[in-house]
């Protein structure tokens, strides 16, 4: 783990991605270890992370351990990720994807919130 990423789970879940949104643009990763295809995205988004170098944060959440996020979220699949900006969902995407796909869709979050 790094300083743009964290771990997430119920207790943290509103100051580590609600408030945190409002400064800095959240991608929340539900995934689980049993996952095959999370175990693709989560070392993408980490990796992406570092190179976007703190223009928005991971937000790791272990699906088996916090189901009332994934319910919340209406996960349907796993991995989910999530994006939050300025408090609210602005996008989704569900599946393991291509890197230029989860760059766009970075470039994106990242966008709208600065706009």
Same mark, same amino acid.
């Given at each position: 783990? *790094?300083?743009?990423?964290?771990? !997430? %789970? %119920?207790?943290?879940?509103? %100051?580590? !991605?609600i $408030?945190?949104?409002?400064?800095? +643009? @959240? !991608?929340?990763?539900?995934?689980?270890?049993?996952?095959? +295809?999370?175990? @693709?995205?989560?070392?993408?988004?980490?990796?992406?992370?570092? &190179?976007? *170098? #703190? &223009?928005?944060?991971?937000?790791? !959440?272990?699906?088996?351990? *916090?189901?009332?996020?994934? #319910?919340?979220?209406? @996960?349907?699949?796993? +991995?989910? $990720?999530? $994006?939050?900006?300025?408090?609210?969902?602005?996008?989704?995407?569900?599946?393991?994807?291509?890197?230029?796909? @989860?760059? %766009?869709?970075?470039?994106?979050?990242?966008?709208q919130?600065?706009?």
């Amino acid at each position: 783990m *790094n300083q743009f990423t964290c771990n !997430v %789970e %119920e207790a943290t879940f509103d %100051e580590r !991605v609600i $408030a945190h949104s409002h400064t800095t +643009p @959240v !991608v929340l990763d539900i995934g689980a270890d049993w996952c095959s +295809p999370c175990r @693709v995205l989560k070392p993408l988004l980490e990796k992406l992370a570092l &190179q976007y *170098n #703190g &223009q928005f944060l991971l937000a790791k !959440v272990d699906a088996d351990e *916090n189901m009332r996020i994934a #319910g919340r979220h209406q @996960v349907k699949g796993f +991995p989910t $990720a999530i $994006a939050y900006s300025h408090g609210q969902i602005t996008d989704r995407f569900h599946g393991a994807q291509t890197e230029r796909f @989860v760059r %766009e869709f970075l470039d994106r979050l990242i966008t709208q919130h600065t706009a």
